[in-house]
Each structure stands twice: as structure tokens, then as C-alpha cells.
């Protein structure tokens, strides 16, 4: 059972094919339900391979009986790099994500990836599994990890309670790193 948990928050970070990474959390959200989080970035483009850029997200959250429990697009607040303009390869690309409370049970997320232009360039399914954190009394949340290259960009986002997670978990000797859970 510890190996198939750990084999279900750990994917490969050269995942073929695949434009963008995301991180799925989970926190008690209001009355009775809970709050999931999705976040998302662009993958890094390896050397001399070329492909169009991510730019948006269109989520569907649906229960296993075809009601839809949430449904929206998520773009990053900045908008990415222009066409032809260098990407700094040591700097992530900031990522984008949205909360919304769903009731606990079995759920099926589809994520279709848009790129600049609009059109689709990548589709995933998932299934999760939302546990009801408004029943038990002790309980963790999902754990999100938050990177910062200087100290005041630490300071920054141990005072902010909204604060983006990180979705990758490459880091280097010179980030800070802080952890939050409820």
C-alpha cells in the first residue's frame, strides 16, 4: 500500500508527450464538502525539440453518475513567453490553479491543455478519490510545497496564505523550501 501511494503523487518528470505538469491537493473546504486544488505548469521544452507552448487549461470535474461538479478554464496570471523570445531554462514557468469545493467520493477529472493559439494539444484523464475531511477530527491535508530562490521571497510566501504551490519537485541546493499543511 506505501508503494502504490507513492507511485500515485511521484510521476516522471519527462513524461512523454506531455506539455504540462499538475499537482492535485486537497484541504476541508465549507459545509461538509472539500476543497480541491488544481495546479498546473508548463513542462520545459527540451534542446532542439519544438513544440507549441501551453497556455491554458480547460477542467472538467464530473462524479462517476455524469454530474458536473466543476468546470472552467485556468491560465496563469502571466501570460507565457512570446513566440521567438528566449526561454530562461533555470527559471520555472509560473503556474496557474483554481479551488473548488466538491462533495467526497469517487470523481473523474479531464484536463484538455490549449495552447497559445487555442487549439487543443494535449488531453488527461484522471480519477481521484476525495476523502470526506469534514468527518474525521485528525487528519492531514494534502502537503504543498512551496519553492523560493532568495530569503525574501521566502518571507513573501510564508506571510501569504494564498500562495501558489509548487508543482514540480526538482530543486536546487540554493532554494529555500517551505511546506504547509492543514
Same mark, same amino acid.
Given at each position: 500500500?506505501?508503494?502504490?501511494?507513492?507511485?500515485?503523487?511521484?510521476?516522471?518528470?519527462?513524461?512523454?508527450?506531455?506539455?504540462?505538469?499538475?499537482?492535485?491537493?486537497?484541504?476541508?473546504?465549507?459545509?461538509?464538502?472539500?476543497?480541491?486544488?488544481?495546479?498546473?505548469?508548463?513542462?520545459?521544452?527540451?534542446?532542439?525539440?519544438?513544440?507549441?507552448?501551453?497556455?491554458?487549461?480547460?477542467?472538467? #470535474?464530473?462524479?462517476?453518475? +455524469?454530474? !458536473?461538479?466543476?468546470?472552467?478554464?485556468?491560465?496563469?496570471?502571466? *501570460?507565457?513567453? =512570446? @513566440?521567438?523570445?528566449?526561454?530562461?531554462?533555470?527559471?520555472?514557468?509560473?503556474?496557474?490553479?483554481?479551488?473548488?469545493?466538491?462533495?467526497?467520493?469517487?470523481?473523474?477529472?479531464?484536463?484538455? #491543455?490549449?495552447?497559445?493559439? +487555442?487549439? !487543443?494539444?494535449?488531453?488527461?484523464?484522471?480519477?481521484?478519490?476525495? *476523502?470526506?475531511? =469534514? @468527518?474525521?477530527?485528525?487528519?492531514?491535508?494534502?502537503?504543498?510545497?512551496?519553492?523560493?530562490?532568495?530569503?525574501?521571497?521566502?518571507?513573501?510566501?510564508?506571510?501569504?496564505?494564498?500562495?501558489?504551490?509548487?508543482?514540480?519537485?526538482?530543486?536546487?541546493?540554493?532554494?529555500?523550501?517551505?511546506?504547509?499543511?492543514?
Amino acid at each position: 500500500p506505501v508503494q502504490n501511494a507513492l507511485a500515485s503523487i511521484v510521476q516522471p518528470s519527462a513524461v512523454a508527450g506531455r506539455v504540462v505538469r499538475s499537482w492535485i491537493g486537497m484541504s476541508r473546504g465549507d459545509n461538509g464538502k472539500t476543497r480541491v486544488t488544481f495546479v498546473w505548469e508548463p513542462m520545459p521544452v527540451s534542446p532542439g525539440l519544438r513544440r507549441e507552448q501551453a497556455g491554458r487549461v480547460s477542467l472538467l #470535474v464530473a462524479s462517476p453518475q +455524469g454530474a !458536473v461538479l466543476y468546470r472552467g478554464k485556468v491560465a496563469p496570471s502571466a *501570460p507565457p513567453a =512570446a @513566440a521567438g523570445a528566449p526561454a530562461s531554462s533555470s527559471a520555472p514557468a509560473a503556474p496557474a490553479s483554481v479551488s473548488f469545493d466538491v462533495p467526497p467520493g469517487k470523481l473523474e477529472m479531464r484536463m484538455s #491543455v490549449e495552447g497559445a493559439t +487555442g487549439g !487543443v494539444i494535449d488531453n488527461e484523464q484522471r480519477d481521484i478519490t476525495v *476523502p470526506d475531511l =469534514a @468527518a474525521a477530527s485528525s487528519l492531514i491535508s494534502t502537503p504543498r510545497v512551496f519553492r523560493a530562490r532568495t530569503p525574501r521571497e521566502a518571507q513573501a510566501l510564508a506571510k501569504d496564505p494564498a500562495a501558489v504551490p509548487a508543482v514540480a519537485r526538482d530543486f536546487s541546493r540554493t532554494e529555500r523550501v517551505i511546506i504547509r499543511f492543514d
